[in-house]
């Protein structure tokens, strides 16, 4: 997996002895102690706050990516849909607020996309 400290950029290989394709599963065995994960921050915000999980290795980053709303048609961007969009944008940025205030997250690792 691709990280990065400043300008360096590292590749970690990682051996396992569990594979699964449910990130969930993979979030579920981290709170039960079973091992580490690259995973989005989004996915795990509510355990890094509860204290169930911490990060490791905050200094190495992993680049920011964007996140998507796909639909199989423009046509298909109704009212519900856009309510869905600003209700997932506004919850998504309380997360983000509630972990950098509580000093899990720098501002600059997760810039304000608004």
Not at 12 to 18: E, L, P, T
Not at 28 to 45: F, Q, T, Y
Not at 57 to 83: D, F, G, K, N
Request: aromatic residues 4%.
């Amino acid at each position: 997996e691709g990280k990065e400290k400043g300008k360096e950029k590292f590749k970690v290989k990682v051996k396992s002895n569990r594979a699964v394709n449910d990130g969930d599963i993979v979030r579920r065995w981290c709170v039960d102690g079973v091992g580490i994960a690259k995973k989005s921050v989004i996915d795990i915000a509510e355990d890094l706050l509860a204290g169930r999980l911490q990060r490791v290795m905050p200094a190495y980053h992993v680049p920011l990516t964007e996140m998507w709303l796909v639909l199989p048609s423009r046509q298909l961007i109704t009212p519900a849909i856009r309510l869905i969009r600003d209700e997932l944008k506004m919850k998504i940025n309380t997360l983000r607020k509630a972990l950098i205030s509580k000093g899990i997250l720098d501002e600059s690792e997760w810039p304000n996309a608004d």
